[in-house]
Structure formats: C-alpha cells, structure tokens
C-alpha cells in the first residue's frame, strides 16, 4: 500500500512521527495518508458494515466510498485514505452504538453496552452527566441495586464514574444530535 516508487511521481517521505489507532501506539510518515501508514503496521479492517458486520477495508483509495471513514482526533466520518497522517494523531474506528442523553437511562444503558465490548459514544447537551438526578437532594427508597439511601447527585457521580472506567466509551457533552428523516422532519 506505501508506494515508493512510481514512474511518473516522485515521493518524498516525510518524518517518522507516531499516532494511535485505537489506543495502540504506531508509526508513520508525516503527509502520508492514514490508510496507508495504517496498512503498514498491518491494520487492514478499518470498519464494518452495518448490517451483517463484515469487516471492510480499503476499497477507492480517493476518498468515493465510506469503507475507510473513522474518527480522527474526535472527529467522525474522515475520509483516512485521503487524509493526511500527522504526529499525534488519534484515529479511532466509528462508535457501533450511540446512546443519546446522560441521564440515569443513559448513563445504565451506556454502562451495558460498555459491558459488552461495544464501542459506545454517549452524546448529552448538558456540561455534566446525571440528567436530572444533579437536582434529586432527597434519600432515594428502594432496593440496594436502586440506590436506596442514596440521593441523586450522588447516584450520578456513582454511574458517570463507573462510565469513565470504560475505555471503549467516548463521552460527548455540551453536544447536541439531530436526526434527518426521508420525509424531510428534523427532530
């Protein structure tokens, strides 16, 4: 995939610099595109399909297809065969499950999707995590797995910190998701 040489071009490489690919430090060279230094250091599958979650790899190679779109420095949906390598660079394969809102459903849904191995994006519009639990100053009843005793602001430091312990989940606040239909109604 690295080509170095070429009848007509000429290649110039550019300095070896270091980046991640989901969380697994490796080396390229500096200008070279992503796909390119992520196939040299053996990483073929850059995402799967949707449906039948067969692994895919490089496909156009000039930035036509989805198959090599992933998440660069937080960012989704980059084209990585044309996109330039740089030093540090975080590049991460898409999330597979996206929960909406960090309330208490958010946050126990989330935790369960983590559980599984799934890689998890959690998107909520507020600075914090908890939803409405930060307002709950009262003693919850119930059950020991419901928090009994407990009040809500600390219920939510208890599952956002059980949250964070994951490193197969991304946490978006301050961040909100739009959804666009085929008959033209944005939610």
């Not at 975080?90 to 935790?111: H, K, S």
Request: charged share 20%; with cysteine.
């Amino acid at each position: 995939m690295r080509t170095t040489e070429h009848p007509i071009l000429r290649y110039q490489k550019g300095p070896k610099v270091t980046f991640t690919c989901d969380g697994q430090e490796l080396e390229g060279y500096e200008g070279e595109p992503i796909a390119a230094a992520l196939h040299a250091a053996g990483i073929k599958t850059l995402s799967h399909s949707h449906v039948e979650n067969r692994p895919r790899g490089f496909f156009c190679a000039i930035g036509t297809c989805s198959s090599c779109l992933m998440t660069v420095d937080g960012v989704p949906n980059v084209r990585i065969c044309i996109e330039k390598l740089k030093a540090g660079m975080r590049v991460e394969t898409q999330p597979q499950i996206a929960i909406i809102g960090g309330g208490p459903a958010g946050l126990r849904a989330a935790i369960a999707a983590a559980q599984t191995g799934a890689k998890v994006i959690l998107l909520d519009n507020s600075d914090h995590l908890g939803g409405q639990l930060i307002k709950q100053t009262h003693m919850f009843f119930g059950s020991q797995q419901q928090f009994a005793g407990s009040r809500g602001i600390d219920i939510a430091t208890r599952l956002a910190t059980e949250l964070r312990q994951f490193r197969n989940v991304q946490i978006m606040l301050e961040t909100t998701a739009l959804g666009i239909y085929e008959d033209g109604v944005l939610l």
